[in-house]
């Protein structure tokens, strides 16, 4: 089963908490997970940014909502019960809880009120009163800041197409560097452009001391890099005795280039143009930082009464 949005969610965790008695947040999520069917790779599914589980997240908003609607409360860390308001919601035997429903509720109105008042009216608002809305805030945030990232991809290969073959090879050597390749950026750039090559651009150190040494081939590709001129790089290095190679290109390889590397002997990664545009992002090369934005939640064990 796919895993239930948070709304969907709702429902069912009032009806858990119907005993009237204090219950875990682990518990509620145990008992979700059954009641909902969900497989242990449902249950191990990450946010993008790999920071928090998808279900978990859910749950925990389904719970915040309910709380701030005065539905259940939570008198210590961890735990949470029904209140009488949300016994009053149970005995109605409603099919579904939703943000609108919560919406008659005083409480609710004003966090949701809060909410707006505090949103940069500039910026797109996270919509509380939209049943149709399936995803918590920390979804919407990083599907927009993979959307925004996607698109700064698409920016950063047009660019750099646009450049010079002996700027995209100091392009490489800038990001070898800054991934902790190398040396001095004088041992990092050895034989870049080097004419009479046979296949290969450059070397570079694996590590400070040079206990290793890459072979680097970077060319600007338009068309898709098939197997022919990856087993060409492959042949310059048999002919270096080296064991270790990094093919970069600013288009895509074939599934048989793929295939290819991942069937010898030699370690040779393949990094296509999108790979390359999120390690230029992830290590800042070629873009700059506009704005930072921190999500933090609660650290209930400050609250610890001692």
């Known amino acids: 089963m796919a895993i239930p949005d948070y709304q969907t969610i709702m429902l069912p965790l009032l009806k858990f908490a119907q005993d009237q008695k204090e219950h875990t947040v ?3 999520v145990e008992f979700l997970a059954t009641y909902f069917n969900l497989s242990q790779e449902d249950l191990a599914d990450l946010l993008p940014s790999g920071q928090q589980k998808v279900f978990s997240n859910r749950v925990a908003w389904a719970r915040t909502y ?10 210590r860390r961890s735990y949470f019960r029904i209140t009488d308001r949300g016994m ?3 005995n109605k035997n409603l099919d579904r809880i939703t943000v609108s429903y919560l919406e008659r509720f005083p409480e609710f109105v004003k966090f949701k009120n809060k909410h707006k008042e505090d949103s940069d009216s500039e910026n797109p608002q996270i919509n509380l009163s939209d049943d149709s809305v399936t995803q918590t805030p920390e979804e919407m945030l990083e599907d927009a800041y993979q959307k925004i990232r996607q698109d700064l991809v698409q920016e950063i290969l047009d660019k750099v197409k ?12 800038d990001l070898l560097l800054k991934m902790g390749y190398g040396g001095s950026r004088k041992d990092a750039g050895k034989a870049m452009g080097r004419s009479g ?13 040079g206990l290793d040494i890459i072979y680097i081939q970077a060319k600007r590709w338009e068309g898709v890099v098939g197997r022919p001129e990856i087993q060409k790089f492959v042949g310059a ?4 005795r080296a064991k270790k190679g990094v093919f970069l290109t600013t288009s ?3 599934n048989e280039a793929i295939t290819y590397v991942s069937s010898i002997d030699s370690k040779v990664v393949l ?11 992830d290590f800042d090369i070629g873009v700059s930082k506009v704005a930072a934005y921190e999500v933090k939640k609660i650290d209930t064990d400050y609250f610890v009464d001692e």
Not at 66 to 75: D, F, G
Not at 163 to 169: A, I, K, V
Not at 197 to 209: A, F, P, Q, S, Y
Request: glycine share 6%; charged share 30%.
């Open 237 to 240: 290095l048999v002919g270096q």
């Open 88 to 90: 009053l919601i149970l």
């Open 26 to 28: 682990r518990e509620s």
């Open 66 to 75: 309910l709380k701030m609607a005065k539905v259940i409360e939570s008198n």
């Open 271 to 281: 990094i296509d143009g999108e790979q390359l545009a999120q390690f230029m992002m």
């Open 197 to 209: 090559d046979e296949g290969i651009d450059g070397i570079i150190k694996e590590d400070r001391l």
């Open 162 to 173: 646009e450049c010079s073959p002996s700027f995209f090879e100091r392009l490489v050597v």
């Open 252 to 254: 895509s390889f074939t």
